[in-house]
């Protein structure tokens, strides 16, 4: 990729680069086209900077985004990640808005410019000076937005009183829990970095980024700067804490069932007809457009959001509808105090999903799905909207509310665990899951699909169990798939199909001596005709596995091959076996080779590599996560 080889070079060249915005820097390679700095505008307040592309028949004008923050977006209120639990600032900054660009096209007339459009920008990162109190937790923009945030955190210092010059603040902690807010908020105050004004905390926040314009590239280290840089009154001290509630006794009354999730509501003991609702996280599904599949450049991955509601008015009313009953007076959210949150690894191998980042306040919380690749987040989106229960089943919370942190000693903490629930319908075969619940009433040896007792699926891809299939069969019918309902390959071009974007793969078998081995690879994928059916894995999942050993390890990247098509190295399929399989070498794996009617350890058999020697297979099953 042309950008991916410019952020490279740009990358080495990082050093030479000027520190100054409108300074042609060294990012790009010798040869390659300069941006070259013609100007700085005050556009409504807001510095913008603009640079000639350099093209022959321009000037073309390429405008670095904003970064500002203008009066309009103020409104910066102290926050509480509850999962990260860190007190944060969120700031929203400007970063292409049309009609300063316009404002800015006027400003450019005399230069007569041809064009003049916002630069791509690329690799941002933003950080803080490390001597300041403020940190930078995240700055999070998808280039079609106008507006991004960034996310200001504060490390918690000690100020000594010592009457040494050179005696500097302490740091005491990266991250701030909630019961630090008061002391921290009040050390705020008077912290020298952040001084009686934001723009002094802004000062110390630096943003590097690369823009391209026509092939062209330049470094910006920047600051986000306020509009007008006018003095910019944080609220911080019109913002009033609450203090945490007093400690309640609780009683579990019901679980409210609401149109796309439940709700458990608790009675409090000492007030009469006092509800409490525990938090909701429940998923809009509705919400999730195209614009949810989002790029994080600090990461430099895709990811898909979702928004989670944890308490709005309609659900509020709609318990006190359903509690109407109990004639309630009030009904209130209880506050979020903790959450963990998980994502099981089956569907990080779906999914290739890394880490589940996620935050949330008292109101709602973001769940960032990282999915690396810009298809394989519209994969897993599609995936969500065709089933969104789904992925709750394997997005698991872990969740305590401050009613109950307070009340740690008494009989009503609420510390729950569960997982998300889309409405439970009736279960439509829309889905490769769904039609695994519908056939998992049927005989386990026949049936296609088959659940671990950990929960998670498997569709069946072989199945050897009584030797009355052939599997001496040629390239045609390892394509296509042949068998009864109890030994089978479903084919090639199946596994390719169910395998796309990698899925797990799980071998089963069954000793002679009657002892069973199971092993488990990730990432495992079977490339389409063109590429021979090529098979590829992550890894092996070793706490998953039985064996040691990666018996596939040789055969990681081959080609199927055939008695009729050998592309492996060797003749191993044409040889005594004669089933089909990735082979290289022969030796290591054969579960398509001949059913043999007692233990034997020879290649031409179904066997498998088990470290010291190799196993003599009785029966064996490959099955692939769905
Ligand atoms: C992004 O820039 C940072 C330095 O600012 C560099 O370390 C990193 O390698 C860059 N990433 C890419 C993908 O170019
Ligand atoms: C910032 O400047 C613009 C024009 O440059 C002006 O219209 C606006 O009122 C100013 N805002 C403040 C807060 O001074
Ligand atoms: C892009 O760059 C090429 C070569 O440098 C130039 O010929 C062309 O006019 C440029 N186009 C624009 C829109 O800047
Ligand atoms: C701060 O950054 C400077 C230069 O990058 C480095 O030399 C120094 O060790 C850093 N200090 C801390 C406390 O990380
Ligand atoms: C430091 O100590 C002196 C004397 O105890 C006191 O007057 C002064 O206010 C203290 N300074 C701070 C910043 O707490
Ligand atoms: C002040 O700093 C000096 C040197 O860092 C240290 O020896 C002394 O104990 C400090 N005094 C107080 C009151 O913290
Ligand atoms: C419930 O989910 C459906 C689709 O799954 C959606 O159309 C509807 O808007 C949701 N209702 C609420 C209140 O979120
Ligand atoms: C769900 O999301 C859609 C689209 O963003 C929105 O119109 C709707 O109001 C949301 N529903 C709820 C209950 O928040
Ligand atoms: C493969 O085997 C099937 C069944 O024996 C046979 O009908 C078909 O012609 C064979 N194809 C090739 C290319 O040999
Ligand atoms: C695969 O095998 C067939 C038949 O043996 C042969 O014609 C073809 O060239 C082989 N392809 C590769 C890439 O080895």
Excluded at 80 to 103: C, H, K, N, W
Excluded at 579 to 592: E, I, R, T
Excluded at 594 to 611: A, D, K, L, Q, T
Aim: hydrophobic letters at 40%; proline letters at 4%.
């Amino acid at each position: 990729m042309q950008l991916f080889q410019l952020r490279v070079s740009a990358a080495l060249a990082l050093l030479l680069c000027s520190l100054a915005a409108g300074q042609v820097s060294q990012c790009a390679p010798a040869d390659s086209p300069r941006l070259r700095f013609v100007a700085q505008l005050s556009v409504n307040g807001c510095a913008l900077f603009v640079h000639d592309t350099g093209a022959s028949d321009g000037p073309h004008l390429a405008v670095e985004p904003l970064m500002c923050v203008t009066d309009s977006l103020r409104g910066i209120v102290p926050r509480f990640d509850f999962i990260t639990q860190q007190l944060y600032f969120s700031v929203p900054v400007l970063m292409r808005d049309a009609g300063m660009l316009a404002e800015a096209q006027r400003q450019l007339r005399d230069l007569s410019p041809r064009s003049v459009r916002f630069a791509t920008v690329t690799n941002i990162s933003v950080s803080a000076n490390n001597r300041s109190s403020v940190r930078v937790l995240s700055f999070l923009w998808t280039p079609d937005e106008p507006v991004a945030t960034l996310r200001l955190g504060f490390k918690r210092i000690v100020f000594k009183n010592n009457s040494s010059k050179f005696s500097r603040p302490k740091i005491l902690q990266e991250s701030l829990p909630l019961r630090h807010f008061q002391s921290v908020y009040t050390q705020l105050k008077r912290s020298d970095d952040f001084g009686s004004s934001p723009q002094e905390a802004l000062e110390k926040v630096k943003i590097s980024a690369f823009i391209i314009a026509n092939g062209s590239c330049h470094e910006v280290q920047s600051r986000v700067m306020l509009q007008n840089d006018s003095m910019f009154d944080l609220d911080l001290h019109r913002q009033r804490f609450l203090p945490l509630p007093t400690c309640r006794q609780l009683k579990f009354i019901r679980t409210v069932k609401l149109e796309n999730c439940s709700a458990r509501v608790h009675q409090t003991l000492d007030i009469e007809g006092h509800f409490l609702i525990e938090p909701l996280l429940c998923h809009n599904v509705s919400s999730l457009s195209s614009e949810s599949v989002r790029y994080d450049y600090s990461r430099d991955m895709h990811y898909l959001k979702l928004d989670l509601v944890l308490q709005d008015e309609a659900t509020r009313d709609a318990v006190r509808t359903q509690l109407a009953d109990l004639s309630p007076r009030s009904v209130d959210f209880m506050r979020l105090w903790t959450a963990e949150r998980s994502v099981s690894s089956s569907l990080s191998a779906r999914f290739e999903v890394g880490p589940l980042m996620a935050s949330a306040d008292w109101r709602s919380a973001q769940v960032r799905l990282l999915c690396r690749t810009l298809t394989d987040c519209r994969d897993l989106r599609t995936a969500v909207l065709a089933e969104p229960a789904d992925l709750w089943r394997h997005v698991q919370w872990r969740v305590k509310s401050l009613v109950a942190e307070q009340c740690l000693s008494k009989s009503s903490q609420i510390d729950s665990s569960w997982r998300m629930k889309a409405s439970e319908d009736a279960v439509s075969c829309s889905s490769l899951k769904s039609c695994a619940k519908l056939h998992s009433a049927t005989d386990q040896r026949t049936a296609v699909f088959q659940m671990l007792p950990d929960g998670r699926w498997f569709v069946k891809i072989q199945q050897r169990l009584t030797g009355r299939v052939s599997f001496q069969r040629n390239w045609t019918e390892y394509e296509t798939g042949f068998g009864d309902g109890t030994d089978f390959w479903i084919g090639l071009s199946a596994i390719h199909s169910l395998s796309q974007g990698g899925a797990t793969l799980r071998v089963e078998m069954k000793l002679w001596s009657g002892s069973e081995l199971h092993a488990e690879y990730a990432g495992f994928q079977v490339g389409d005709a063109s590429t021979g059916y090529r098979m590829t894995y992550r890894e092996m999942l070793r706490d998953r596995s039985s064996v040691s050993i990666d018996a596939l390890k040789t055969q990681r990247g081959m080609r199927f091959s055939t008695m009729d098509k050998e592309n492996g190295s060797g003749l191993c399929s044409s040889t005594p076996g004669k089933g089909g399989w990735w082979f290289k070498n022969c030796y290591k794996a054969n579960p398509n080779g001949r059913f043999p009617s007692r233990e034997r350890r020879n290649y031409g058999y179904m066997i498998w590599y088990s470290g010291s020697t190799i196993v003599s297979l009785r029966e064996v099953r490959l099955m692939l996560q769905i």
